[in-house]
Structures are given as C-alpha cells and as structure tokens.
C-alpha cells in the first residue's frame, strides 16, 4: 500500500520560509514523478510544482515561479517543496501526490496517490 506523509508545514510571516517534506513508501519511488497541489479555503485544490522522477525536468505554477523549489530525493523516498518569500495568498493545505509513470504532470487526475495534507499558513 503507497503512503505519503508530509511534514513541515506551520504558521509563517509573509517573507518567511517553509520547507515541506513528502515522505513516500509503498512502492519505487523513483519510477514515479511527484507533485505539490495546495488548496485554499473555499477554493479548488490547484496545481504547485511537479518533479519528473529522475529530476531532470521541473514545472511550476505561475503563481509560485521564482519563489518555490520543488526537489527530490531517491534515495529517501523524499520529495521536498522549499518555500520562500510566501505570501498571505500561499495560505492553503498542501498536498504531495505520486503521479502515474515517471514524466511531470500538471493535471489532478495523472496522480494516483495523495498525502494527507499538511497545512501552511502566511500572515500579512
């Protein structure tokens, strides 16, 4: 059974830092791209950033280009979301989720697997 657990996530000012932490076991990690969605209150959940499974290949939303930095490591089953300069409107619970086959993918339905969710908040 994959599991996902995802850690670090807390209460920041806005221009602090987070690094959110993904762990993943169930299944070969490395064979998989992994993403970061966030949903906001009373908002869908969107797309953040995607890894593909050798790294080699790194997309993000618009919104959090230049800020956020999405990273991998094989060896540790671990993905990570290192979060900087965050703002109010970074506010949401965030998501790891573990894609089918290993290429990057921005679409909900690609990932088969999710974390439980670890939240993130950004005061102004």
């Known amino acids: 059974q994959v599991q996902l657990v995802e850690s670090g996530g807390g209460m920041v000012q806005a221009g602090g830092s987070l690094r959110l932490s993904c762990a993943a076991s169930?299944?070969?990690?490395?064979?998989?791209?992994m993403g970061w969605f966030r949903q906001a209150p009373g908002k869908e959940r969107e797309f953040v950033a995607t890894?593909?499974?050798?790294?080699?290949?790194?997309y993000y939303a618009d919104s959090v280009k230049g800020r956020f930095t999405i990273s991998r490591d094989n060896a540790k089953s671990t993905v990570y979301l290192q979060m900087n300069n965050l703002k109010p409107e970074d506010t949401a619970v965030y998501y790891c989720a573990s894609k089918r086959g290993t290429a990057t993918g921005s679409y909900e339905g690609e990932y088969d697997y999710w974390g439980q969710g670890t939240q993130v908040t950004v005061s102004s």
């Open positions: 169930g299944r070969t990690f490395s064979w998989h791209a």
């Open positions: 890894i593909r499974w050798t790294g080699s290949s790194i």
